[in-house]
C-alpha cells in the first residue's frame, strides 16, 4: 500500500491551524471492525518518531488535544488545531493494514 | 519506564556484516512483537523487520529479505537485526520499535502501532 501525503512542507503562523492530509492506495479500513488502520507520527530533528494518534483518531496518552486525525477508507487527516512553537517537526502517516507496513513521506512543519 | 536502546551500529564496507541489539526495560519483553524501522540520512520511515511473541515468525521488508535475520532472546529482553551482504544503500539510523498491542500477528504478518521507538543506531556502509 502506497502512502501519499500533502503537503510536503506547510509553513504556519503560531496559533493558526495545520492541516496535513495522507491517501493511501487502497482501503486500510478492516470491515470486520469497522477500523481504520492508519496512525500518525511526529518526529522532531534529532529525535526518534512519536506515535500521536492510531486508529485514524485515537490519540496516544499524553498527546495534547490539540492534535486530531479523521477521516476513513483512503483518506485521512491530521488536524492540530493552534500551532505551537513545539510542534515544529515532520509528520509521517502510517499503514498497519497489510504487510509490508509503510509510511508516508512526511509532512515538514514549520513556523512562518 | 518504558526504554529501549539500539547499539551495535558503526561503519562497514559493503559486503559486509553487522549485527545490531536493541536492550529493552519497563515492559514484558516476550509480550510483544517488536520491529526494526530505518531512516536513511535525511529521507523518511521504512520499516524494515518484524518478529511476533516468541520468535513464532518473521516478516521483512523485499529491499533486505535474504540478507537481515531478526531475532529475539526473551531471557536477555534483547531484539536483534543480524545484517549481511551490506550495500550503501542500508546507510540509514536504525530504530527499535515497540508494538503497541499485545497481539498484533497472524498466520499472514504482524501489523504493528509502534508504540515507543529507541533512540536509533547509525549504520554507515562505505568503502
Known amino acids: 500500500i502506497v502512502m501519499t501525503q500533502s503537503p510536503d512542507s506547510l509553513a504556519l503562523s503560531l496559533g493558526e491551524r495545520a492541516t496535513i492530509n495522507c491517501k493511501s492506495s487502497q482501503s486500510v479500513l478492516y470491515s470486520s471492525n469497522n477500523k481504520n488502520y492508519l496512525a500518525w507520527y511526529q518526529q522532531k530533528p534529532g529525535q526518534p518518531p512519536k506515535l500521536l494518534i492510531y486508529?485514524?483518531?485515537t490519540r496516544e496518552s499524553g498527546v495534547p488535544d490539540r492534535f486530531s486525525g479523521s477521516g476513513s477508507g483512503t483518506d485521512f487527516t491530521l488536524t492540530i488545531s493552534s500551532l505551537q512553537a513545539e510542534d515544529v517537526a515532520v509528520y509521517y502517516c502510517q499503514q498497519y493494514y497489510s504487510n509490508p507496513i509503510t509510511f508516508g513521506q512526511g509532512t515538514r512543519l514549520e513556523i512562518k | 519506564e518504558v526504554q529501549l536502546l539500539e547499539s551495535g551500529g558503526g561503519l562497514v564496507q559493503p559486503g559486509g556484516s553487522l549485527r545490531l541489539s536493541c536492550g529493552v526495560s519497563?515492559?514484558?519483553?516476550?509480550?510483544?512483537?517488536m520491529n526494526w524501522v530505518r531512516q536513511a540520512p535525511g529521507k523518511g520511515l521504512e520499516w524494515v523487520s518484524v518478529?511476533?511473541?516468541?520468535?513464532?515468525?518473521?516478516y521483512y521488508a523485499d529491499s533486505v529479505k535474504g540478507r537481515f535475520t531478526i531475532s529475539r532472546d526473551d531471557s536477555k529482553n534483547t531484539l536483534y537485526l543480524q545484517m549481511n551482504s551490506l550495500r550503501a544503500e542500508d546507510t540509514a539510523v536504525y530504530y527499535c520499535?515497540?508494538?503497541?498491542?499485545?497481539?498484533?500477528?497472524?498466520?499472514?504478518?504482524?501489523?504493528?502501532?509502534?508504540?515507543?521507538w529507541g533512540q536509533g543506531t547509525l549504520v554507515t556502509v562505505s568503502s
Open positions: 486508529w485514524a483518531s
Open positions: 519497563g515492559f514484558t519483553f516476550s509480550n510483544y512483537a
Open positions: 518478529i511476533s511473541v516468541s520468535g513464532g515468525a518473521t
Open positions: 520499535a515497540k508494538d503497541q498491542r499485545v497481539s498484533s500477528c497472524n498466520n499472514a504478518g504482524c501489523y504493528s502501532i509502534f508504540e515507543y
